[in-house]
């Protein structure tokens, strides 16, 4: 034991009296070392950003949307005349849909309504839905203010409407919407409730969506179907266009996680066999993409570790080097320690110590610079929009999210110790095996 105390001793002695050249070796152990940590945070913050987008739309649940389909089908079908063009789900597959799903948790309607959504002389396109109280929790919704659709709304057809926060924000900038009116083209409706922000927007999950879904409102489906009906009439491209769909959406919420791939499997089955021939629905499957996202993100941070690990590998190199010179310096020194009494395995002992301290150190120093830096570009990547002549470059919603996982850390701590280990055993094996008579000679 101390034998090993004077060992370590001695070595920290000799980095202190070279320790701007101690300094200058640790350098690539430091950068190699930060950039595993930043790399990886890098991506574990992506996938999980990527991963909670996603999640939202919920890992359970499967999403039949109504779309319109190709213009040739839809021109051949019997579907078309010449002003309405009807596709998609109807209440009919809806109900087939709910007796061959009986273990269910949840299915839940969604019906687009109205072509605009009025106030005073604000309007906008119309991103309104009649649905079910359900929706909710299957969408993982949140109420921010008032209430949710309840069955009380349903059951008499109320004129209700529950809000998206964008909605509120640009129709009520300086007024508490609830209690207050929207018109959804002709017909008035009153607000109940407010929704949290949904984090969405420009994300992967409105990708997925098709829309940023703190625009939307929703209204009772029983009064989106008696009140305004399965005809949506919207000015496109300079002309009319009527859309005639019962049902735009479908959320079917599996009972068992693990039950997901197959009944969307099932799901799709039944929907191809009642229109045979028609491109005219699609399944979302957030789960698939859940699962797709993570083996992605995987594969991202293989390729951030082999990127950073050849940081690594320059800096044992540029160790192994400089130690190299050191014994070739120190070829006197070397020959004065066995001459009175040194052994070879002191010798390799000492180089070993030096070796393995500085690698140590290097990769403390790696990683404070590591999670330092990971820390930064997650707090200043939000801000670079609001610099003065360089903000108008980034868009004003830019974000680089990082996220310092604790195996990085770790990894790249022994990494580099082990680094200086194989590195440095050359150059101590070398100045062990030092002739001391050769040695002493040495100028």
Known sequence: MAFLLETIRLGLSNLRLRLLRSILTALGIIFGVAAVIVMSSLGEGSKRQALAQIERLGARNIIARSQRPPENQNQQ????????????ITRDDLQVIVENFPDAASIVPLKEIGSQI????QRRTSQAYGTTPELINVANLKVERGRYLTNSDLEERRMVAVIGSEIASQFFKLE????????????IVTIIGVLSPVGLAGGAGAALIGR?????????????REVFGDLVSRGQSGSMQNTETQVSEIYLAVADRD??????KRLRRILDQRRPGLIDVSLIVPYELLESAKKTAMTYNMVFG??????????????MNIMLASVTERTREIGIRRAIGATRKHILWQFLVETSVLSAIGGIMGVVLG??????IDWGVERLPGLPYIGQYFPANVTLPTHVTMWSIIVSFLVATATGLVF???PARRASRQDPIVALRHD
């Open 77 to 88: 079908g019997a579907q078309r005349n010449a002003w309405i063009s009807r596709f998609g």
């Open 118 to 121: 009025l106030r005073g002389t």
């Open 176 to 187: 508490d919407p609830l209690g207050q009116t929207l018109r959804i083209d002709s017909r």
């Open 212 to 224: 940023d879904l703190n625009f939307d409102i929703h209204i009772p489906f029983t009064t989106a």
């Open 259 to 264: 039950n997901v791939i197959l009944d969307s």
């Open 306 to 319: 082999a990127v950073a690990g050849i940081s690594l590998l320059v800096g044992g190199i540029g160790i």
């Open 371 to 376: 999670v330092l830096g990971s820390v930064v």
């Open 424 to 426: 440095g055993l050359y």
